[in-house]
């Protein structure tokens, strides 16, 4: 067999005073896959993430939640074999297949021996090349797609979330929940499913990563078996969405005693030049558990709530800056209260020195230990690769950390920070909090 | 979505051993036990320290207090004041944090190995000289109350689960909860907190595990320097708990609460767990909860009742061996639409009925052995949960060669072991049968 290497880069990832050594291998598969590489051989297994770019916000018009029951039943029979049949030989070879998909992405993590490998991998291959969804596989994770339907109308924290994203995002996919409704999952056929199983297993889609006790020459051969047979193209990806929310409050009627609070307003970009300055001043304001500004305030301070946070979250097609908490029903004021002069003070004052200094040491401290085995460094690297990042990455990443100056950082503050766009959506019987017009 | 919660289920339980070669213990004079995991394949370190005292130790009154005194030990000592211990480790680079079982309080901070000696200075510190006032109390039972409201209040499950456990045990403190009974959470106070404090966090009911890029020989040193010069508490109070009675009644319950939104029914039994030195009714129940439930799809309730038959969407069997004293084995059911709780239980009692009267799969027996197998391979990736498992079990009160024995002992267990100990553990004159639903209406 002949591999094309195309790049080999091999990367030390060295964050002074650590000596972690993370050497990734740039390969292209004879099939023409990209493949990032990392060869652990003492400990007998590989760990391999795919990551399909699209997701469910790729369901076609009125078929909501066929992305996410394909998803369900990619692991439910292929090739000649039942569900049962499949999962009994995925269980005598002790291999792990997770299936998941969210808005951008449909995710494949595996673990499996290397003395059974090729078994194993032949077995995935089945799985994404010829499921089978047999009628009465599809009936079962239906049923099952219902029941965590209702599961989340009664969840406070997911009702939130709907009422958030469908004000904010109305009818582009990220505005509705990717499970779809009873009735749109009730009306999908197998050709829908089939359909859906074309749109997102898609090749030229796919980064992939491979971490273990596995060669260049075998983890090509790996991944084209998987993804050789699947469709080179798939369909446009949505386009891009404005935050349709303005600030205010939503205040969502549900009967139990504590409400949960999500907030937020529009974000920023991953590939912004300025996004590195908004990361550190979301982990000072809430990123950063105990540490954050939000977490002081609310709970260390006056024991409003158990933990408050908050995000950025850049996705594909949407930016947004979020955060949430819960407080019991008679605090939830004022904590809303405490979180709006949060993001008023930091905005209109900036962070201190001294708080950038310590998340800098915070997160370039941090970062190298996340490469601590073989599942971790394989989805990292394939993160990366979705994100568009290079390899160096690992290496200069802290040094785009300690760029950052308290200028950049309070003038990102002072744009990003939108008080008065905040918008909250509180879940509960909240005391003294009513929707705004 | 279920489907996932089952996944998560069986990695979460697949048996894991350590290899022995990688793991050194001792103890320091002060009869503190140490462990030490060796990983160097990235400069990290998992730093932890677990007392041997959890919720199921309080004094009767005051529940929730071990958990309350383990919020309490991150505002600091008089050298590490104000928080700053969390502050110090995050300034490291580090991440800290704590949790509160029946059975043991530890405490952690992961962070770069070269920065271990800071972690046990601190640790050490705060086992000694905790710094507490009026002040924090008030702010923090207000804390623990909304960890409460979040995890248990605002969470049917949790209710149905606790009203469950209530009943499992007629005697024994495992029936109360760990986070504490929400009217006994808002008596506690200073001395409360001080008397567990005094009583049990002391180096001689303390483990030290250490897992990641270390010598043991290193950390043996340090583990002398700032552990080693702690007293010794003499009137550490003997681990005695109210033992369980013969239980002789079958208990029902029905929870009721709107907010289920789909109804199902636990079974609970009351079940032996890991025992030092004896290991084999547990590594046989460990078996019977993969047989019974383990695996959507090869597991016996799931193909009778999901596959033979639409009776359920969702099953499940779960043991935990890992507890100082009696345990539970736990089966589940979520009926199908149109499926009452009465004959989801009946169908559920004809699978057990089933599977005690006919042989056990070969083919399933030999999946789960390999599956064993591979599971310590698969732990191995990951040191910190290694260390997990180290330190809860050392506090249940096994020893390292208990722990490391474990995968030899599952290895060896028998069809005839397992139905054994079926015949003698699933018997409900000892179990609790809980119906959770949204509806008194959907109870039949």
């Known amino acids: 067999m002949n591999m094309l290497r195309s790049a080999i880069a091999l990367l030390l990832l060295v964050a002074t005073p650590l000596r972690a050594e993370v050497q990734i291998q740039t390969i292209t598969s004879p099939g023409g896959t990209d493949i990032w590489l990392v060869e652990e051989h003492s400990l007998p297994f590989t ?19 066929a992305i996410n029951l394909m998803t369900g039943l990619i692991e439910e029979g292929a090739g000649d074999m039942t569900a049962q049949e499949f999962q009994a030989a995925r269980e005598a070879l002790a291999a792990s297949y997770e299936f998941d998909s969210y808005d951008d992405g449909l995710t494949i993590s595996a673990r499996f021996l290397t003395e059974n490998r090729d078994a194993a991998v032949d077995l995935l291959r089945q799985a994404l090349n010829e499921p089978r969804f047999d009628q009465d596989a599809i009936d079962r994770v239906k049923g099952q797609v219902y029941a965590g339907i209702q599961s989340q109308e009664k969840n406070p924290n997911r009702i939130a979330g709907n009422s958030f994203y469908g004000a904010a995002f109305g009818d582009h996919p990220y505005g509705s929940n990717d499970s779809g409704t009873i009735d749109s999952v009730r009306a999908l056929t197998r050709e829908d499913i089939v359909q859906a199983w074309q749109d997102t297993l898609v090749s030229s889609r796919a980064h992939v990563s491979v971490v273990g006790d596995i060669n260049a020459e075998q983890a090509g051969a790996v991944v084209d078996a998987l993804l050789g047979g699947l469709p080179k193209a798939g369909p446009d990806l949505p386009p891009h969405v404005d935050f349709g929310l303005t600030g205010g409050m939503t205040v969502v009627d549900y009967d139990t005693p504590q409400s949960v609070a999500l907030f937020g307003h529009s974000g920023i970009e991953r590939d912004d030049p300025d996004f590195f300055a908004a990361y550190i001043l979301n982990t000072i304001l809430g990123g950063n558990g105990p540490q954050s500004i939000l977490m ?82 394989a989805s990292i690297m394939v993160g990366m690769q979705v994100q568009g990042l290079p390899p160096e990455y690992v290496v200069n990443r802290n040094d785009y950390i300690n760029a950052v100056t308290l200028d950049d950082v309070n003038r990102v503050a002072a744009y990003l920070l939108k008080p008065d766009q905040l918008h909250f959506t509180v879940v509960g019987r909240p005391v003294g909090l009513e929707t705004t017009q | 979505m279920f489907r996932r919660l089952i996944t998560a289920a069986l990695i979460g339980s697949a048996p894991v051993g350590a290899a022995a070669d990688a793991v050194t213990a001792y103890t320091l004079d002060n009869g503190m036990d140490v462990v030490v995991i060796e990983d160097h394949r990235a400069p990290v370190v998992v730093h932890m320290v677990w007392y041997k005292s959890g919720s199921a130790d309080e004094p009767v009154g005051s529940s929730g207090v071990a958990h309350f005194l383990e919020h309490l030990m991150f505002k600091g000592t008089e050298k590490f004041p104000e928080g700053s211990l969390s502050e110090i480790v995050a ?92 009217h006994e959470m808002e008596q506690l106070d200073l001395a409360d907190a001080l008397n567990f404090y005094t009583n049990y966090y ?228 000892q179990s609790v049968t809980e119906w959770v639903v949204a509806d008194r209406e959907d109870a039949k």
């Not at chain 2, 979040?150 to 606790?162: C, V």
Request: proline share 5%.
């Open chain 1, 47 to 65: 760990a391999l993430e795919i990551h399909f770019e699209g997701g469910t916000a790729l369901d076609r018009a009125d078929k909501r939640g």
């Open chain 1, 296 to 377: 002081e305030e609310v709970r260390e301070k006056r024991g409003l709530t158990y933990g408050a946070y908050s995000y950025l979250v850049p996705k594909d097609h949407a930016e947004m800056f979020l955060g949430s908490f819960a407080s019991s029903n008679d605090k939830m004021a004022e904590a809303v209260q405490v979180v709006k002069d949060i993001w008023a003070d930091v905005s209109a004052n900036g962070v201190t020195q001294e708080q950038l200094d310590a998340a800098k040491t915070y997160l370039t401290g941090e970062y190298p230990l996340r490469f601590d085995g073989n599942g971790p460094i």
């Open chain 2, 91 to 182: 300034a490291n680079g580090g991440s800290d944090n704590a949790f509160t079982s029946y059975d043991y309080t530890a405490y952690y901070q992961r962070v770069a190995a070269d920065r271990l000696p800071l972690m046990m200075e601190m640790e050490a510190d705060r086992m000694n000289n905790i710094w507490l006032t009026d002040d924090f109390i008030a702010t923090e039972r207000e804390v623990i109350l909304e960890e409460r409201a979040q995890r248990t209040d605002n969470n049917p499950g949790s209710l149905a689960r606790e009203q469950m456990m209530a009943s499992q045990y007629l005697n024994h403190r495992y029936g109360v909860p760990v986070i504490g009974w929400r």
């Open chain 2, 202 to 429: 002391a180096p001689n009911n303390a483990i030290l595990v250490v897992a990641g890029d270390v010598q043991p020989a290193e950390v043996k040193a340090l583990a002398e320097q700032y552990y080693g010069v702690l007293p010794r508490e003499d009137a550490l109070p003997p681990r005695f708990r109210p033992e369980e009675p013969q239980q002789t009644a079958e208990r029902r319950l029905t929870y009721v609460d709107p907010r289920v939104s789909q109804p199902y029914l636990v079974r609970s039994y009351l079940a032996p767990e890991r025992d030092p030195g004896d290991q084999s009714d547990a590594a046989a129940l460990t078996y019977l909860a993969e047989l019974l439930g383990g695996s959507s799809f090869t597991s016996v309730l799931s193909v009778k009742l999901q596959f033979e038959s639409q009776i359920a969407v969702f099953t499940s069997a779960g043991y935990s061996g890992g507890s100082l004293d009696d345990t539970t084995f736990a089966l589940s059911v979520a009926p199908a639409e149109g499926v009452t709780l009465s004959e989801a239980e009946a169908a559920m009692d004809a699978a057990l009925q089933e599977f005690m009267a006919r042989p056990i799969d070969a083919d399933r027996m030999e999946a789960l052995r390999t599956q064993i197998k591979a599971g310590q391979i698969y732990g191995k990736d990951d040191v910190e949960g290694l260390a997990n498992q180290y330190g809860a079990l050392l506090a249940q009160s096994l020893t390292v060669q208990d722990i490391q024995d474990w995968p030899e002992i599952l290895a060896s267990v028998t069809p005839e072991q397992i139905k054994e100990v079926a015949a003698r553990v699933l018997n409900r004159d």
